[in-house]
């Protein structure tokens, strides 16, 4: 069962929830942009469902409405921020505008965050930098889900990369990947229709693979891309690790199977080694490299040339992006189906603060 | 049937090969390291064997041991280099080199090469800046053989990316892979030995996957990282794609398909959209973070707490780096097998050039 609501109804109640909360309106306003994002953008796992898990961390004290962001150290094309417990979807667009004036005075500008929470979806981000001309990096570490080649423990979160290129009259190149077979939210639909998962998406609790799609649940564990050793999760661990220690270890935020839970219900790990969850976000101006216009040209042409790659039979050849931005076409018009659960969460979190989704 | 070679004896042969192509003294010495640390890291495939793929594009003309390596644009994080045509051997640590100047100077350094030809292994090149306390990263194009999720022409080059992150009492972290389920060597020795290939690795020239080991030679193709679309390939396809970005699009260099082939007999693409292959070099000062010793403590509690993860039975939970640390320790004292083949390429070279391999 499914309910559509048009994306104005989606934001007003969003952002009244965030009001609620004590954000700020210019907060509330962008948080709800995040979330709402990402259901035009079909990522339905990372928008408007998760808004309850963000109230829920709110009340158990582990989210800070009022948060003083800050950089804390840095240098012409670096710096490290300290989210002050903030909402990650108001942290991660402020160190991203850091990132981006970084760029915009010395060619490239890096952010990594500590002391923040989950960030929505990285693509996002990486948009902003796009709108000026720049190339967006964004990553960000997670509740450790995922267990590394030969492991049975859960060491990381879904980690992931997101990457976004401006081009000239084409849209722009946007990867956005968990560094995991498959991402939770896929998962979770699996779960939802009673499905199984393909072998190479998780495990069991003796670190076998397995088709059942709540092993997770019973003590199983996500894999990383690759799926096993034999085809190559050495080195979807290795990504992952890598996006962990440039989020993490870089800002003094908790790495590896000390980040903190997504749900309030987990207790925080004992003896943290760091502050929060970890971002790490990048821009890098195109014409400090290539001239603006050249570059896109080119881009232009890479694209145009990869979506007329010869096709197996029946498919064809997309560029990372294009699925999303064919839903978002769609949402647009059409409004954003929610699932029953997602919407009695919702009515639910609407009570709360006297707030109506209509 | 394999030969042992000691380290010094394959220095020796290499150095004067490069010599005799008329690298200089110091061109030739910096291009031999790059080639033996592969061997002694056990990367046989990007090591010696390939000495003579260099020396046959250089008869061809299409390798100048001369070059006039060039900045063509920068800013202060920034620089594009022009490598005229030179081995990439010799470019990219000039690059690597100009990038630390950059992350010396404002935090970070990032260059983008265009007309070069192969560069070894990027791993290589990262461990340059973990000897100066900095983040190393490396990615190259290369001559189009994976073919893109759904497609069945060759796009793509295996496009590798490679981490280097200094610790403290612990060795440093380094990833170092192609964005493909295997790399080429791997198939190589298949190929010798053989045997099949895990499904997953190759499709055969109608685009399906196949076990065939010498299947790419019939006109199919290798697998971005995933395998298939159901696993993830669509992310081993988007990993590749920013490699050839970041190295050609960036640049200047030929991308895509348009990348210039490794073997000589190949003629190179008509209509070039740039000037030979691209590299991409990163350098990132740690304490343009976090004070270097703070830093690197956590990098070796990362390191410890990931060597200690509960594994599976009978297996350990390796580090990024480890396998080629565990070769190089056995290699450096007992020397480097070369297989036959190998030999008899070397000798032939060694003919032309009148230089014994002893």
């Known amino acids: 069962m499914e309910t559509i609501f048009t994306e104005e109804q989606l934001r007003t109640f969003t952002r009244q929830t965030f009001l609620s909360m004590g954000c700020t309106e210019k907060d509330a306003r962008l948080a709800t942009d995040v979330l709402v994002s990402s259901d035009l953008r079909g990522i339905d796992s ?7 898990g963000y109230v829920r961390l709110w009340e158990a004290g582990r989210i800070n409405t009022t948060p003083n962001i800050k950089i804390i150290h840095e240098t012409p094309s670096t710096a490290v921020v300290d989210g002050d417990k903030g909402l990650g979807l108001v942290v991660a667009p402020k160190a991203m505008e850091i990132a981006m004036e970084k760029a915009s005075q010395v060619g490239t500008g890096w952010v ?4 923040s929470n989950h960030f929505g979806i990285a693509g996002y981000h990486t948009l902003k930098a796009v709108e000026q001309d720049m190339i967006g990096i964004a990553m960000t570490n997670a509740s450790p889900l995922v267990a590394p080649t ?8 879904t980690n992931p990369i997101a990457v976004a290129i401006p081009a000239g009259s084409q849209p722009p190149f946007v990867a956005d990947m968990a560094t995991t077979t498959a991402a939770n939210g896929k998962l979770e639909i699996l779960q939802r229709t009673g499905k199984e998962a393909p072998l190479g998406w ?6 076998f693979a397995t088709k059942d799609a709540h092993a997770l649940k019973k003590g199983g564990a996500l894999l990383p891309l690759g799926g096993d050793r034999e085809h190559g999760s050495h080195k979807g661990y290795a990504l992952g690790a890598i996006v962990d220690i440039f989020s993490a270890v870089f800002s003094g935020a908790n790495y590896g199977p000390w980040a903190p839970p997504f749900v309030s219900f987990l ?5 943290p080694v760091g502050e929060g969850l970890g971002h790490f976000l990048g821009a890098m101006r195109i014409d400090a490299f290539r001239p603006a216009e050249e570059f896109k040209a080119h881009m232009d042409q890479w694209i145009t040339r990869f979506r007329e790659t010869q096709p197996v039979a029946g498919k064809k050849v997309l560029i990372p992006g294009d699925p999303e931005r064919e839903i978002e076409a769609i949402r ?3 409004g954003i189906p929610l699932n029953e659960n997602v919407v009695s969460d919702l009515r639910e979190v609407g009570e ?7």
Not at 46 to 52: E, I, N, Q, S, W
Not at 267 to 271: A, E, G, H, I, S
């Open 46 to 52: 990372h928008g408007v469902a998760r808004l309850t």
């Open 112 to 115: 990594s965050v500590k002391n």
């Open 150 to 157: 030969f492991a049975m423990e859960k060491m990381l979160g």
């Open 202 to 207: 998780i495990q069991d609790p003796d670190g």
């Open 267 to 271: 207790p925080l790990p004992d003896n």
């Open 332 to 334: 647009a018009k059409e």
């Open 352 to 358: 709360k603060f006297d707030i109506v989704l209509s």
